[in-house]
């Protein structure tokens, strides 16, 4: 019976969740797409890619409203007291929900690990090739174009029937250059596209050209030329504004774009490349025998110049050098303080590439553990879902939607939260990822026993410790 109720709103849900998700998306970056002249096939594909981020947000939503909606339509209609009166528990009436739930746990398991980087991945190259394409070829009544290499066009009015027809146009053309910058007027012009799509024809009638032209050396002066036309055709070349899509194999992934198995591959080798590079790290300090002092806010520096010796005792102290004479002790000195330097510019650069490294390795973890979690959230909203439906009993919609609502941005917040606590490395990447999981698993096992004992007929737990209290004494 329950397998039979829950599709409907599952499906439902999911598509008015895939829906609101889908407008945001549209709202937020439409302003981007429009004005670009891009092809339709393109948009479809972009919006394609960015589904499987929805995907992920509106499947366990739409789990939990529907388990909600579903098990509250049983305690509504008194079909779960009838169930319960014929020895039917709680447990028996979970059970084929929690096996849908496992299969769809497995399901956005390998969809967020396997699909979902590679969706990000091809959208992520897809933007960046669009936000590279100029926008296309339109003229605005009053408003200078410089969209074209080499010409601004001012228009002064385009019939809005008939945008290929303009009135009253000025074309600067800098082909040769600002300084002899070349005119041209007209008192009307038709815009004629070419078949393959990368030119256009301008034809300009009754108009003038004013053109400065270069002297034939520095002692003549300059010639200007004025000459009208009755008409007179000016090809722009629109080869810039094509869409050019970019080979997507040659960008870096990155933690977001990159397959689990990939990560923690990675992880893997970063893993024993920072342990090789703490073990030279080891060695090198050893090696110094503590001639150089470890970083600290007040630092030792070591002396710019052998003269900062001085006469004092630090040349004699040394035995190894008492048979030497004074510039031999301080060429020894000063190879001495070059290899120093040397060593304490290695140590620095492998602390550096140690700590990068770390980094690197905690922002992967992290995404494993929040995509092994956010897959496993819809089993626990059903362990939420149904025992929390079964205590509503009545408010319908409204209610089940709010409860909804309220379930999923506490764990949202959550996570986000522990997401960012765990990049920042002020928690561990698990207890940060799966600390949302923990906290709903909690809660949905004290619903579950709620339910299951129907703890409601029971006296409170205040009233029981009360008379508990009140025998005692």
């Not at 999911?14 to 998306?25: A, D, E, S, V």
């Not at 301080?330 to 770390?358: C, G, H, K, P, Y």
């Amino acid at each position: 019976m329950i397998l039979r109720m829950l599709p409907g709103p599952f499906l439902g849900w999911l598509g008015t969740l895939m829906f609101l998700l889908l407008m945001q998306f549209l709202i937020r970056y439409l302003p981007d797409l429009v004005g670009k002249g891009l092809p339709f096939t393109v948009i479809v594909e972009l919006i394609s890619y960015n589904l499987a981020y929805m995907v992920v947000l509106a499947v366990p939503m739409a789990v939990l409203i529907s388990t909600l909606m579903t098990f509250g339509q049983l305690a509504e209609t008194r079909a779960y007291a009838v169930m319960k009166s014929a020895g039917v528990s709680m447990l028996q009436l979970l059970w084929p929900v929690l096996i849908c739930g496992f299969l769809l746990t497995g399901f956005m398991w390998y969809f967020n690990n396997e699909v979902l980087p590679e969706a990000n991945y091809r959208a992520r190259s897809l933007w960046w090739d669009i936000r590279k394409k100029k926008p296309g070829f339109q003229l605005q009544p009053g408003v200078f174009y410089d969209g074209i290499q080499k010409y601004s066009i001012l228009v002064r009015d385009i019939p809005p029937n008939d945008p290929n027809i303009l009135h009253d146009v000025l074309i600067y053309d800098y082909s040769e250059g600002s300084r002899r910058r070349v005119d041209i007027k007209a008192s009307r012009g038709e815009i004629i596209p070419k078949g393959d799509g990368h030119d256009i024809d301008v034809v300009l009638y009754n108009g003038e050209i004013h053109r400065r032209k270069k002297p034939p050396s520095m002692h003549d002066p300059g010639r200007y030329e004025r000459l009208t036309f009755a008409k007179h055709r000016l090809r722009l070349n629109l080869t810039d504004f094509a869409f050019e899509r970019s080979n997507p194999d040659r960008t870096r992934r990155s933690d977001r774009t990159m397959r689990t198995w990939d990560m923690i591959h990675l992880v893997d080798s970063l893993e024993v490349s920072i342990a090789e590079q703490k073990r030279n790290l080891l060695k090198m300090t050893l090696a110094l025998d503590g001639t150089i002092p470890p970083r600290t806010t007040n630092q030792r520096r070591l002396p710019p110049r052998l003269h900062d010796f001085g006469n004092g005792p630090l040349l004699s102290s040394r035995r190894v050098l008492s048979g030497l004479t004074r510039g031999q002790q301080l060429s020894v000195f000063e190879v001495a303080i070059r290899q120093a330097r040397l060593a304490r510019t290695e140590i620095d650069n492998t602390r550096r590439t140690v700590e990068w490294q770390s980094e690197l390795v905690n922002r992967n973890r992290v995404e494993i553990h929040k995509k092994q979690s956010i897959a496993l959230a819809c089993l626990i909203f059903i362990l939420v879902g149904a025992p929390l439906g079964l205590s509503i009993r009545r408010g319908g919609l409204g209610t089940a939607g709010a409860l909804a609502i309220g379930i999923f941005l506490f764990y949202w917040v959550t996570l986000v939260q522990g997401e960012k606590l765990a990049d920042r490395n002020m928690l561990t990447p698990w207890i940060g990822m799966w600390a949302a999981n923990i906290a709903t698993i909690l809660v949905g096992a004290w619903l579950v026993l709620y339910a299951t004992l129907d703890l409601r007929a029971t006296p409170r737990l205040r009233d029981r410790l009360s008379a508990l209290f009140s025998h005692q004494a």
